[in-house]
T-cell receptor, first 113, second 113 residues
């Protein structure tokens, strides 16, 4: 079956530094990828997405990189702020996976003031 | 800003009892989903629903589970006879397209005693 995994379960960064969160996925048929942020006691919140016809997409302070060759996804957060502290999940899915989204285990990001 | 809402926020039930978790998706969305997240674990897909029928379901979604859209606004998940291992956060999500971002509700915490 599909598996989506994150390389690091926890990440601590100093406020103002850049953060990089990585994700590996196993289903080469996945064509849509999303990064979600989940704060304690809340539901996943969309951050940024990318489709398989792209290798990079930028948002406000966030960038997602997709490397289809090695089935790797990363989320870069620029100038990390205390409010960025949360668990970050990658999810893979799309039309080729029956429109199911498979979530990774999550990386807990802690921003040190 | 439109959002997905869920009630109740916390449901406590005895093992063997039936529970109904309720969701109000975003009004112009046509695709609806239920996910669950056992404490400390990843978000797991349960079921997707479109055009008044289930479009996809996971292995978790066995005969004890059912979904319904009883009217034009609500989307419910019923667990017929709860088990201890059903204790989890249950998230509802909706999207305007099967290939687009899913918006998540705040979740219902189900505790089975």
């Amino acid at each position: 079956g599909e598996s989506v995994g994150l390389h690091l379960p926890t990440l601590s960064v100093q406020e103002g530094d850049n953060s990089i969160i990585n994700c590996a996925y196993s289903n080469s048929a996945s064509d849509y990828f999303i990064w979600y942020k989940q704060e304690s006691g809340k539901g996943p919140q969309f951050i940024i997405d990318i489709r398989s016809n792209m290798d990079k997409r930028q948002g406000q302070r966030v960038t997602v990189l997709l490397n289809k060759t090695v089935k790797h996804l990363s989320l870069q957060i620029a100038a990390t702020q205390p409010g960025d502290s949360a668990v970050y999940f990658c999810a893979e899915g799309g039309e080729n996976t029956g429109n199911q989204f498979y979530f990774g285990t999550g990386t807990s990001l802690t921003v040190i003031p | 800003e439109p959002e997905v809402t869920q009630t109740p926020s916390h449901q406590v039930t005895q093992m063997g009892q039936e529970v109904i978790l309720r969701c109000v998706p975003i009004s112009n969305h046509l695709y609806f989903y239920w996910y669950r997240q056992i404490l400390g674990q990843k978000v797991e897909f349960l079921v997707s629903f479109y055009n008044n029928e289930i479009s996809e379901k996971s292995e978790i979604f066995d005969d004890q589970f059912s979904v319904e859209r009883p009217d034009g606004s609500n989307f419910t998940l019923k667990i017929r006879s709860t088990k201890l291992e059903d204790s989890a956060m249950y998230f509802c999500a909706s999207s305007d397209s099967a290939q687009n971002e899913q918006f998540f509700g705040p979740g219902t915490r189900l505790t089975v005693l």
